[in-house]
DNA sequence: AATCAATAAGAGACCGGTCTCTTTTAGAAG
DNA sequence: CTTCTAAAAGAGACCGGTCTCTTATTGATT
């Protein structure tokens, strides 16, 4: 098939004005939907908008009105099924009020997210949806609420920001799930993230600049030290980043004379690899060493034994921050919100009492 | 509805142009990047450009140039990791040629593909990856073409429609997965999948309008009657359209004195269900049922015994897909490909022989 | 029949860029 | 010191819609 010669001059309102021997203003109130047109010239542009089969241009229509009815989202790791599924409440909550999604992926990565925040804003998205991948420089978020466009922001709070915020309380949670090893009687607890940091290495909550893991560990250590636990900290490992690293990270953690009995992990990707070299490993769950992890992954409930997980109610984090930012969008004015929705622990098999607690 | 006031004014070329004391023309050059300009005009604009903060409008700029840097994606089911492992592909390609994706939703619904692919048309994207649900009607689909746009297909190939197309051989894996369970000794093997059809009732293929799950039956049922079974067709369960869905056929087709011996599901959210029906029924993985699932899902490996896979390249569907596509917007003119990937099995440890072999 | 308001249709500016065409400027050649 | 040419800057049309403002038409009122 040969390239067509004439650019498929695309259809427009005023060839269909032509068409239907009326004005292009006419022409548009009919194909717009706005203003006021008697019903046989509505009916006749209607007719020849059918018959040249006429598509708007929404990039024209967009310009004009300044609203493009599309909704920017920078969320930290795509294939991270957390986010997949709180995208899925995104999309669900945008459609169901005619908008449109893009997403942007920041890897967490902060030149990404502020390239990202950048390119959104060029497109002139009516509002963005942002997972914060770091605290201390939010320059860029605040720009987009210079440019005059609403943000509300999902998983990751900031107290500097003052915009919609739908979140966990990871502290909370996190000491409610730390409690639950400290109960059953361990007292060797390694808490493993994805957070990076120089050396991997743990010194203190400053250096943690992404708030929920900042709080979740926060809360962690607060339970390890009020059950006179010795500095929990040297069981918090950071830089399980992918696949790959957080086996390495596993198989260290795992291998050692000091090896914990119990682990908290921070998302089910890094826990599922944990479980395959605890597998590999042969180590068995709850006898030899306990596992939990945020989000009730697919998987987590297949194994054997099934794992016990902090189930964050992540569709409804989606479902929620989008339905905020509508309704501003919507021209809503009144003050921020920050909405912290009620999260549950699916107790299952994988905590027992430590290996030397039945000697 | 009342217009709010102009509230943050942009800037536009035509600002930096004054401030910079050069013609709107001239600034447009540099901000844009074209044309001619000495650079001591260059560097005032650039000042005034960020003095002022200049973001340009990226919409304008789409509207003139025609191309909007956006490829849309038209895709069955979001939450299907099968789907979001391909768009991490797609975007990740697309992200490095410097274009952006819009994802749109189906849901397998032909007049939702159809909403998507009309308004993405008028986003006035540059290209776009279509998942078709069905091969009846693709009006649509021609349509793209119509318009200018070049349009991918993934992971369904339609003979009629002659576009770039990446897929795997359906039929071929299918009589390869059919053949392990076969030689394995079983000859009631239900084959379970999403597509739905009027009462659930598999009567022929002329009825089955997705093209991959067409050829997959297809070979299926070609191995099974070479195989000397008889009548196979009456183990094809359709409509496993959500995991509700999915539970209920699972236990009806595990509760039947007809009880398949063998199960295999075609996609990695049909196994999960159906893995967990018959864990809940005490059925015994491989002694007393045996699982095959197309998707290398995360779960299939971690459960005991993990689970015997047809591992699709679906990373490297998305991305080439994209890639193919992307060829072609960067002017490339070319025949249409039609790629077709190579795909594995994994064999694990959930087939066995039937039980009956075992008495 | 004349006046007036309400309604319907038309004319044209505008959004913020790109891009073509024209004018000005500067340097080289004669 | 012209003359010619190439480079640099300016002017303004254009993309395809929306929207304001103006004009024409209609029916109701007195």
Redesign the pocket.
């Known amino acids: 098939m040969k390239r067509t010669a004439p650019k498929t ?9 032509r068409v239907a ?9 009919v ?12 009916a006749n542009v209607m007719a020849a908008a059918k018959a040249l089969d ?4 929404e ?3 967009s ?4 609203r493009s009815g599309i909704i920017g989202v920078v969320v930290g790791d795509i294939e991270n099924p957390f986010f997949s599924l709180a995208v899925r409440g995104i999309s669900d909550a945008a459609r169901a009020a005619g908008f449109n999604v893009i997403l942007a992926n920041s890897g967490e990565r902060i030149e990404a997210e502020r390239a990202a925040v950048r390119l959104l804003i060029g497109k002139r998205v009516d509002g963005l949806i942002v997972t914060p991948s770091e605290s201390r420089d939010i320059s860029h978020l605040r720009d987009i609420h210079r440019s005059g466009r609403p943000l509300a922001l999902l998983d990751r709070a900031l107290p500097d920001l003052d915009v919609d915020t739908v979140t966990v309380d990871d502290r909370d949670i996190a000491m409610r799930a730390t409690r639950i090893l400290v109960d059953a009687g361990h007292s060797k607890i390694a808490y493993v993230t994805a957070v990076d940091a120089e050396g991997n290495e743990y010194r203190d909550l400053g250096q943690i600049y992404t708030s929920s893991v900042r709080e979740r560990i926060d809360g962690f250590l607060k339970v390890c030290r009020d059950a006179g636990i010795d500095r929990p900290e040297r069981h918090i490992c950071l830089g399980a980043t992918s696949p790959d690293e957080t086996r390495k990270l596993a198989d260290k953690l795992l291998s050692g004379p000091d090896r914990p009995t119990a682990i908290l992990a921070s998302d089910s990707l890094i826990a599922l690899e944990i479980f395959k070299v605890m597998r590999q490993r042969g180590l068995r769950i709850p006898q030899d060493i306990s596992l939990i992890t945020f989000h009730d992954a697919d998987w987590t409930s297949v194994t054997t034994p099934p794992i016990t997980v902090v189930d964050q109610p992540v569709y409804a984090l989606g479902k929620s921050v989008a339905e905020l930012l509508i309704r501003r969008l919507k021209g809503e004015a009144r003050p921020t919100e920050r909405l912290i929705l009620p999260t549950t622990i699916i107790e299952r098999g994988s905590v027992g009492p430590p290996a030397a607690y039945k000697l």
Do not use: E, W
């Open positions: 001059q695309s259809i427009t309102v005023s060839d269909v004005a021997n009326v004005s292009k203003a006419t022409a548009a109130r194909l717009g939907g706005y203003g006021v047109v008697s019903d046989t010239i509505r006429y598509r708007p241009n990039l024209a229509r310009m004009t009105t300044g």
